[in-house]
């Protein structure tokens, strides 16, 4: 069955792979599920027919047959749940992948939200000064526990799960603001997870639309 993403036609980041997408096709490469992409532009994100798929006009979006899923936590829980490659057998280790899954989008990424909110959004304004180093304070508390709990461990739990491919992804934003060099264990952690192949695979498809000339017109 096809499936098919959405995906800015132009990512902000200019295919730094910062943009949502990147995480769902990672997920697709680690379990080799062919996938098509459609590009939409800001405006069309908003129109009825992406809120349709998206009620809150954002990508990406996922469809396969007559499913149709956003949310990335839930787009990769899906995948991961219908094919091998990103859970483990077990259902113990299988439900702290789930936890770590959570963990990334639920505790891990507010905060980091937060603070390019600050730097990139809220960057003319008076208040930023005092509020830059409270965020990056509250950064740091997180990535303090996370590095603690990952130790000299490759992965979150033993082996790579779509708990770590959330993880790396969330954490990934954050390379910009040099936090994660603070935290050698971390900066090797997403390391290990930008060298996989499937992510490689992910990173060069999402650069190749950012930064094809965009169609005439
Ligand atoms: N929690 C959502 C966040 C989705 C999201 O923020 N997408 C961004 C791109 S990375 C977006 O569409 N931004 C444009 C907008 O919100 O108007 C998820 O994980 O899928």
């Given at each position: 069955?096809?499936?098919a993403?959405?995906a800015?036609?132009?990512?902000p980041?200019?295919?730094?792979?910062?943009?949502?997408?990147?995480?769902?096709?990672?997920?697709?490469e680690?379990?080799?599920?062919?996938?098509?992409?459609?590009?939409?532009?800001?405006?069309?994100?908003?129109?009825?027919?992406?809120?349709?798929?998206?009620?809150?006009?954002?990508?990406?979006t996922y469809?396969?047959?007559?499913?149709?899923?956003?949310?990335?936590g839930?787009?990769?829980?899906?995948?991961?749940?219908?094919?091998?490659?990103?859970?483990p057998?077990?259902?113990?280790?299988?439900?702290?992948?789930?936890?770590?899954?959570?963990?990334?989008?639920?505790?891990?990424?507010?905060?980091?939200?937060?603070?390019?909110?600050?730097?990139?959004?809220?960057?003319d304004k008076?208040?930023?000064?005092?509020?830059?180093?409270?965020?990056?304070?509250?950064?740091?508390?997180?990535l303090?526990?996370?590095?603690?709990?990952?130790?000299?461990?490759?992965?979150?739990?033993?082996?790579?799960?779509?708990?770590?491919?959330?993880?790396?992804?969330?954490?990934?934003?954050?390379?910009?603001?040099?936090l994660l060099?603070?935290?050698?264990?971390?900066?090797?952690?997403?390391?290990?997870?930008?060298?996989?192949?499937?992510?490689?695979?992910?990173?060069?498809?999402?650069?190749?639309?950012?930064?094809?000339?965009?169609?005439a017109?």
């Amino acid at each position: 069955m096809t499936i098919a993403i959405t995906a800015f036609e132009r990512s902000p980041d200019g295919g730094k792979g910062l943009a949502r997408d990147t995480r769902v096709r990672w997920a697709l490469e680690e379990v080799g599920l062919p996938y098509e992409v459609r590009l939409v532009s800001f405006r069309a994100m908003k129109e009825a027919a992406h809120l349709a798929l998206n009620p809150f006009g954002q990508i990406p979006t996922y469809e396969e047959g007559d499913l149709t899923l956003f949310e990335t936590g839930a787009i990769v829980l899906h995948i991961a749940e219908c094919h091998p490659g990103l859970f483990p057998a077990d259902a113990s280790a299988r439900a702290r992948a789930i936890t770590w899954m959570f963990a990334a989008v639920n505790t891990v990424e507010p905060p980091i939200l937060e603070l390019v909110t600050v730097k990139l959004v809220e960057s003319d304004k008076p208040w930023k000064a005092d509020r830059l180093p409270l965020v990056e304070d509250r950064v740091r508390a997180r990535l303090s526990q996370l590095a603690a709990r990952l130790g000299d461990g490759d992965w979150l739990d033993g082996v790579f799960s779509a708990g770590d491919l959330l993880m790396v992804s969330v954490l990934l934003r954050l390379r910009p603001s040099g936090l994660l060099d603070e935290f050698p264990n971390l900066a090797a952690y997403v390391a290990r997870g930008e060298a996989r192949p499937a992510y490689q695979r992910a990173f060069a498809a999402q650069l190749a639309i950012n930064t094809a000339p965009l169609p005439a017109g």
